[in-house]
């Protein structure tokens, strides 16, 4: 889902800035890290990690590393270290009954329940390249529990989506709460970089000027 970034990385930077989104996929139980490290350790300065969705358990661990001075949660799941993302999804109702699974276990939205539950508050046509676009979501992706909680020691950031089918609000809140992250809630669908980038890119620069 790389390319729905793209109002975001086109935006105008501040001095010394970059954006460079990454498609860590979750399609495994274990995330490719030598390549995420690759790509920090590429960066000149001070990293701020962006995690959307899935992607924030990626970032939990992978924000262990030195270079990362933040973390950006976009309703973004956020567990502790020893905890799997699909321990995290059973503590709340599921916001939708849409999801369905393949016969080897990868979970994905049907285009017809697509736009409805993931981005009801964007162009059909941007949530039909997102419903064509979207990355099946491994069973074991979600049993994996992470190593390390980077929230645990640097400074974190979220962006609560209150209108969220796909990553329940009141999840959110709870993790978020729990780890004291600086909490921006936007009245948005899980679509909400694409729906309302400038709130999201103001939050990340927050973040980054946090680290400056």
């Known amino acids: 889902r790389t390319g729905g970034w793209l109002r975001l990385a086109g935006r105008p930077r501040h001095p010394g800035q970059g954006w460079l989104p990454r498609d860590d996929r979750a399609r495994a139980a274990h995330r490719p890290r030598r390549g995420r490290r690759y790509v920090i350790d590429q960066q000149p300065g001070p990293v701020v990690l962006v995690g959307y969705s899935y992607g924030g358990s990626v970032i939990t661990e992978a924000g262990a590393d030195p270079k990362v001075s933040s973390l950006v949660y976009v309703a973004a799941l956020q567990p502790d270290a020893g905890e799997a993302s699909g321990q995290l999804l059973q503590k709340f109702a ?13 979970f994905f939205l049907p285009p017809a329940k697509f736009r409805e539950n993931f981005a009801a508050d964007v162009p059909p046509s941007d949530a039909q390249f997102l419903a064509d676009s979207q990355d099946q979501l491994a069973e074991k992706a979600l049993g994996a529990p992470v190593s390390v909680a980077a929230w645990r020691t640097k400074p974190s950031y979220a962006i609560l989506t209150t209108q969220d089918h796909m990553v329940s609000p009141q999840l959110q809140r709870w993790m978020y709460q729990r780890s004291g992250a600086k909490v921006t809630e936007v009245s948005a669908s899980h679509a909400v970089f694409i729906s309302q980038p400038a709130a999201v890119a103001r939050v990340i620069e927050a973040a980054a000027k946090s680290t400056n």
């Open 94 to 106: 599921a916001p939708n009954d849409a999801m369905r699974a393949t016969p080897d276990k990868y």
